[in-house]
């Protein structure tokens, strides 16, 4: 356990590289203990309880290059991981149908978190588990058990855990994948891009990390491809309207053609360790025309599986009920959106 | 602004001239745009190490050396002293030191100052133009923008940059703009009404500065206050002027004890810090601290552990070989900086012994277990006693008789929580004790009581004690040094600084705040009500049980007055009150707003709902017909049957039922649906206080009122409501009176700031004073004006006969003799009444009604500086009690169990409205309280290792600036004759409007009884929808 009266960091290197190429060498020079500051609003926590002690801090903050959005080739959009979320949150190109992206990032934390977390840290959060950043020995941790499990788990995982109970914190996940977008990733081997939803481990596959860089590698862009007659839409419950972090989420990406769906990427946050996408909800959805019916059957499928605990049973109603929002809020954008551009 | 001292100029009074000069100007003499820097080299000596580099901070560039780990915050306040920005959290979540990074609001305690070279940065004192308040301030000002104003630097700072980019932004905006901005005292809708107000004001330059307006008006729609229908009130009470220290709260001035030692003016300079050893189990033996690693560190200055620690009254000392909660402080170092104070904590070898850890409250009772404290596990009055022997027991009339005689016979079972203040800014001390003279700068209400306090646990005499503490961020009990069972950090400082020679500053961590300082206790009770079929109660039956955790602290105090909760507010011929605080190894249960009346009320109003159900009666009718009124016996507390003074126990009813439509009310079998809406109400007394106050109102030969307080400043305005009285009494203007408060070597003594007291019982004293002085004018102006002194009126600064002569004030006061006798003034109708002596338990019927030494000495001292002295002096009267009754409308979703509150209503008897604003800020605040422990706020222990699951704010869910919905406010008044002009105490009812009255709106809107708090989504749920298998046996 940690000293309750600690709350500054103790002493470390930082290191402000001049481009990325530098922060990643920098990095590579101190393989085991460096970690990569962006906006602080997860790291500075971890540093000030003295949950994290690394050597050297690379802070990435000014790195020229990395902010903002830029139209792609193809029609799409890539937004640099140095974008801060109060810039997603206002950012009118993310209207119509990247709404669901554009309302994640104003749900998150509060204005000042907003002025400086970025793109990049939100994604990559370590877990909030109270138990795992309290320096218990649980599983995550390095230990036996999920202390979560035998202890208290209101906020914890009805989906896919396994032994740890963990969720993922972040709001911005769940619309970035349901809108089915790609990262671009830095490293000492060059470049690489991966499916967003590829970029988490679930608890069967590493418990000791949410997210799958490899030491050294920098999360540098997420880039989201165009889809015809798409609409998408973000709803979160949390036990505040601020600062807090979802209980239940749910993102819904929709294509639609002629009121019929072509696809609908349905992804759930705050119930699982990794952004939790519902295939089943989407099978039921494809070719349909969707009415209030079909809506309430989707969001039953989309929790199928979920697998509570004794303190956690009401996540699976509130994420269905979020489930059936998304999917109503999608729906009822009238107006054919605007284009990404 | 520059500030140069007098030898009688307290800060406050000085911030008070200048914001009366403010007031009448619109402007502010020098203004503090630049900051009296600490450095050349700065002050800390972490800074002394680090990079050069150049900070922009409100447009001036400032050279500086900093580590690369030190933040933007500690840059500010303590290199810079620029204090304006608040150490709140310090972890990011609740805004106090929210400053502008290039225009937007950031907070400074999650950004390394390194990350703020080449931007600009903006605080509080960079607001201010040419020696103009921003229009910000000037409406934060006016409007009642703060209560304990700490967080009110980081709120103007976010609403700033929302004015910026929407100049003219509904209520709802404001509230997203400002949501990062926690206010515990749940000021939002004034503050609100001030960010409203002050984009008025920009968009119209044209309009002088609070110039046409009423002060103040809250006018979001998230807040309504209504008219009440009051008695005519003698002119120029209930005004709507500003508090006293609203100027300093606004503009960063007002200095918090967290704020000491980092100004070149401050009294105490270069204090070392110290960091507490804390118990990281449930229950351990500390068997041995080895320190010898933390001494090869340069900085470090020692150490100090339990066996130094002198023995003083009570089952707790200051540090505890035995740790009996996790958090329980054992030892604690001393370092010339914050960073090597944790190194230090860091390299201490600490070797334990563990304890078999026991945290159910009703185990250890059934048990009667001594492993905690082996007297037993009773916390009783006079230490631990055996499980036969409850804390507190009340019996009257005969029980068995009144429920033989019942129809029927309603039981039930009822929990709450621990609940934590979570006050804005953590408690802090830096205490000096060199020579056997002991200062100490504390965040503290009670600063009288802290002396006392201290000097038993210290063994120095009182009279060598000076407590200070001017501005306070937050109370709510927490911060109330009134027993030696308290955490005592504050003695741990003063140990360490006889230990090293040094001031010595010790300052808690958010977690700190929450979890090892002391919780409300969480209670578990079983009640059984007997009535008769046409709603009268016959007999109440109640079994209290409360975990106090490790120490007794207030635990039996709280039991005690749990039960007048649960048996006062109802006439009932029979009942029996059995309450047992029990020592358990979780959370410390304390003193927190309401002192176990919160947990009481709910499990009554509660148990109330079930007896209506029962009956098939209005649950509004069952309390019309039960409640007290006025001249009915207070059966409870320090006199036994006292007549109640005037209560509006039923008009609070009316008036709430009629507010929120109660006309609408159906029972539960009439609902259906997916979203059902329920209204639910509740009605309950509470007291105006205890004990006694003194007060002191001296004219100076200069012909200047001055009115030293011995009332704490936590933010409730009771210092500008008493003055509003003396001014009202002495036929001046609040504004000429100086009042100060916040220093026991400056102000009248005074007994505690708790118990809903201060405007009325310090109040009280306050008025009498204020009637001594005056009546000693009359006197001496009687001859000169040739009239009796009866015929005599005071107005203006002057005495005036009938006929059209009249003196000054000050023409009095040069000519007086100094008073011989330093009896106070009182009424003795209505202001002697018996006096607890809490050390022996004594009830004296009689007090013998005499100043305190300390007052004593005062007014020698002031007498001899020539003028006047008034004295006065008030025992608490146990018949005057504030009643309020609160009306809940929800909607509950069934499938879910989310619970929308979609109005509260709240009305207040106060007795006499004095300071209206200050009234209504209590109620708004209060409520918001209560809601954040209705609906969320609990402070979770893991069921194995019992060490605290959730201490943050965001873990706890304080009610943010979204999180709360429409409250009505309806102050009545009932004046009682004990009470200054009728005025009744207030600070504490507001926060049990909301528990019971939403757990009887939910009942009503879903049929489902809730009986244990909180109606957050888990618990409502399980309770629509009982859980039908246990997978506990899966293998994890």
Not at chain 1, 53 to 75: C, S, V, Y
Not at chain 2, 729 to 743: C, Q, S
Request: hydrophobic letters at 40%; a neutral charge; aromatic letters at 6%.
């Amino acid at each position: 356990m940690q000293h309750m009266a600690i709350d500054e960091p103790r002493a470390f290197r930082l290191l402000a590289p001049e481009d990325l190429a530098q922060a990643i060498r920098w990095a590579g020079a101190d393989p085991h203990n460096h970690v990569f500051l962006a906006g602080g609003g997860d790291l500075m926590e971890q540093l000030k309880t003295q949950w994290r002690n690394p050597f050297t801090i690379i802070d990435l903050k000014r790195l020229p290059g990395l902010r903002g959005l830029q139209p792609t080739a193809e029609g799409g959009l890539r937004i640099g991981a140095l974008t801060r979320l109060a810039e997603l949150a206002r950012e009118p190109r993310l209207d119509g149908e990247l709404a669901a992206l554009r309302d994640a990032a104003g749900r998150v934390a509060t204005p000042q978190i907003r002025n400086l977390a970025t793109l990049g840290g939100n994604l990559l959060q370590d877990s909030r588990c109270s138990y795992y950043r309290s320096g218990r020995q649980c599983l995550r941790a390095g230990g036996d058990l999920c202390d979560a499990y035998y202890g208290f788990h209101q906020e914890h995982a009805i989906l896919g855990a396994s032994r740890c109970y963990t969720v993922t914190p972040s709001d911005l996940t769940p619309a970035l994948v349901a809108l089915d977008a790609r990262v671009l990733v830095q490293g000492p081997e060059g470049a690489r891009d991966l499916p967003l939803e590829q970029l988490f481990s679930a608890t069967d596959q590493d418990l000791r990390r949410m997210h799958r860089l490899a030491p050294g590698e920098v999360l540098t862009a997420v880039e989201i491809r165009p889809r015809p007659g798409r609409r998408s839409a973000f709803v979160k419950y949390a036990a505040r309207k601020s600062w807090d972090f979802a209980l239940a989420s749910a993102a819904v990406a929709l294509e639609l053609k002629q009121h019929r769906v072509v696809d609908a990427r349905i992804v759930l946050g705050g119930v699982a360790a990794v952004p939790w996408l519902c295939p089943a909800a989407r099978e039921l959805l494809r070719g349909r025309e969707p009415d209030a019916q079909t809506i309430d059957h989707a969001a039953d499928l989309a929790l199928v599986g979920a697998d509570p605990l004794p303190g956690n049973r009401y996540k699976v109603p509130l994420a269905r009920k979020a489930v059936a929002e998304a999917l109503r809020r999608s729906l009822a954008l009238s107006a054919a959106p605007p284009s990404l551009l | 602004m520059s500030t140069k001292r007098h030898s009688d100029d307290s800060p406050a009074s000085q911030v008070r001239r200048a914001f009366l000069r403010d007031t009448a100007t619109a402007t502010v003499g020098a203004g503090l745009a630049v900051p009296e820097l600490l450095t050349g080299a700065q002050a800390s000596p972490a800074a002394e190490q680090g990079n050069p580099v150049q900070l922009t901070v409100n447009g001036k560039r400032y050279p500086l050396r900093v580590p690369d780990h030190r933040t933007l915050l500690l840059v500010l306040r303590e290199d810079l002293g620029l204090t304006g920005t608040k150490k709140g959290c310090n972890r990011g979540q609740c805004g106090a030191c929210t400053v502008l990074l290039d225009g937007d609001p950031v907070y400074a305690c999650m950004l390394l100052a390194a990350d703020a070279v080449g931007h600009e940065v903006v605080t509080i004192e960079g607001l201010e133009r040419d020696g103009r308040l921003h229009p910000l301030q000037q409406a934060f000002i006016e409007r009642m923008g703060s209560q304990c104003g700490h967080c009110t630097p980081g709120m103007i700072l976010s609403a700033t940059a929302l004015l910026r980019d929407t100049p003219d932004p509904t209520p709802e905006q404001v509230r997203e703009a400002l949501s990062g901005n926690l206010c515990r005292c749940g000021n939002y809708g004034n503050e609100i009404a001030a960010v409203l107000d002050a984009a008025r004001r920009m968009s119209n330059p044209w309009q002088p500065a609070g110039a046409t307006e009423p002060v103040h008006a809250p006018r979001s729609p998230a807040v309504r206050v209504h008219k009440s229908d009051r008695p005519p009130a003698p002119p120029g009470l209930d005004a709507r002027l500003p508090s006293l220290d609203a100027y300093a709260k606004a503009t960063g001035r007002a200095r918090y004890t967290g704020d000491l030692g980092l100004h070149r003016d401050d009294e105490v300079r270069r204090p070392l810090i110290a960091k507490l050893l804390r118990c990281p189990y449930p229950h351990a033996e500390a068997l041995r601290v080895d320190d010898r690693l933390a001494r090869e560190l340069p900085g470090y200055r020692g150490l100090l552990t339990w066996d130094e620690v002198p023995e003083s009254p009570g089952d707790r000392r200051c540090l505890n070989r035995v740790a009996r909660y996790v958090g329980d402080a054992v030892a604690a170092v001393a370092a010339e900086d914050q960073y090597t104070a944790q190194e230090s904590l860091q390299r201490l070898q600490v070797e334990w012994r563990h304890l078999p850890a026991h945290p159910d409250p009703q185990a250890n009772l059934e048990r009667d277990l001594r492993a905690i404290h082996s007297g037993g596990p009773v916390a009783g009055f006079a230490g631990p006693q055996p499980a036969g022997q409850p804390s507190m027991e009340f019996v009257q009339g005969d029980l068995e008789a009144g429920l033989a005689g019942a129809d029927l016979i309603v039981e039930g079972r009822y929990e709450t929580p621990a609940h934590c203040h979570a006050p804005s800014e953590p408690h802090c001390c830096i205490a000096d004790l060199r020579d056997g003279k002991l200062t100490v700068w504390d965040s503290q209400q009670s600063i009288f009581h802290a002396r006392e306090v201290l000097s038993r646990v210290l063994h120095l005499a009182p009279e060598s004690i000076r407590v200070v503490c001017e501005y306070l961020g937050g109370g709510f009990g927490g911060k109330c040094l009134d027993t030696p069972g308290k955490t005592l950090y504050q003695a741990v400082a003063a140990l360490l600084s006889a230990k090293t020679g040094r001031p010595v500053r010790l300052e808690y961590t958010l977690e700190e705040a929450l979890a090892a300082e002391d919780v409300r206790h969480p209670f578990i009770f079983e009640i059984r009500a007997g009535v008769t079929n046409d709603g009268r109660l016959t007999a109440l039956d109640c079994r209290a049980i409360a975990a106090t955790g490790g120490y007794a602290s207030s635990g039996p105090a709280v039991v005690s007055v749990a039960g007048e909760g649960i048996i006062d507010t109802y006439n009932c011929p029979a009942y029996r009150y059995r309450g047992y605080a029990v020592y358990t190894n979780g959370p410390v249960g304390g003193e927190f707003r309401g002192f176990g009346h919160p947990q009481a009320v709910f499990a009554r109003e509660r148990h109330m709902d079930a007896v209506a159900a029962r009956l098939g009666l209005d649950p509004l009718e069952l309390r019309r017909r039960n409640s007290k009124r006025t001249g009915d016996l207070v059966t409870l507390g320090v006199a036994k049957d006292v007549p109640l003074q005037a209560i509006a126990a039923h008009r609070c009813m009316e008036q709430g039922a009629k507010a929120i439509g109660w006309d609408r009310w159906l029972p539960p079998g009439a609902k259906s649906g997916r979203l059902r809406r329920g209204l639910g109400m509740r009605v309950s007394q509470e007291h105006s206080g205890r004990n006694d106050s003194d007060a002191l109102a001296w004219l100076d030969r200069q012909g200047r009122v001055h009115l030293p307080l011995g009332v704490g400043n936590l933010g409730t305005h009771a210092a500008t409501g008493i003055a509003v009285m003396v001014a009202q009494v002495l036929g001046l203007p609040v504004e000429a009176i100086d009042t100060r408060w916040g220093d026991t070597e400056r102000v009248a003594w005074d007994f505690v700031t708790d118990a809903s007291r201060s405007v009325h019982c310090t109040g009280k004293a306050a008025y009498n004073a204020a009637l001594d002085l005056a009546g000693q004018l009359k006197a001496l102006a009687a001859p000169i004006l040739g009239e009796p002194a009866a015929r005599l009126t005071l107005a203006a600064g002057r005495v005036s006969a009938p006929g059209g002569g009249s003196v000054s004030l000050r023409r009095l006061a040069a000519d007086a003799l100094p008073r011989g006798d330093l009896t106070p003034r009182y009424d003795p109708q209505t202001d002697r009444n018996p006096l607890l002596d809490e050390n022996t338990g004594i009830i004296t019927a009689a007090p013998p009604m005499r100043l305190h030494s300390a007052t004593e000495r005062l007014a020698r001292a002031l007498l001899r500086r020539g003028g006047l002295v008034g004295l006065g002096y008030y025992v608490f009267h146990p018949g005057v009690q504030p009643w309020g009754a609160s009306f809940a409308e929800v909607e509950v979703d069934m499938e879910t169990g989310q619970v929308e509150v979609l109005q509260l209503v709240c009305a207040h008897d106060i007795g006499r409205v004095i300071y209206r604003p200050g009234a209504e800020a209590q109620v708004l605040g209060g409520t918001i309280m209560g809601l954040g422990y209705a609906q969320r706020e609990v402070l979770h222990s893991d069921p194995r290792d019992l060490a605290p699951v959730n201490p943050t704010l965001y873990g706890l869910g304080i009610p943010g600036m979204l999180d709360y919905p429409l409250i009505h406010s309806i102050l009545v008044e009932a004046p009682a004759e004990s009470g200054p002009f009728g005025a009744k105490g207030l600070g504490e009812n507001p926060m049990w409007n909301a528990a019971a009255a939403i757990g009887n709106a939910i009942y009503n809107a879903t049929g489902t009884a809730i009986d244990r708090l909180p109606y957050d989504w888990a618990n409502v749920y399980a309770a629509l929808h009982p859980r039908r298998s246990s997978r506990l046996s899966v293998d994890n």
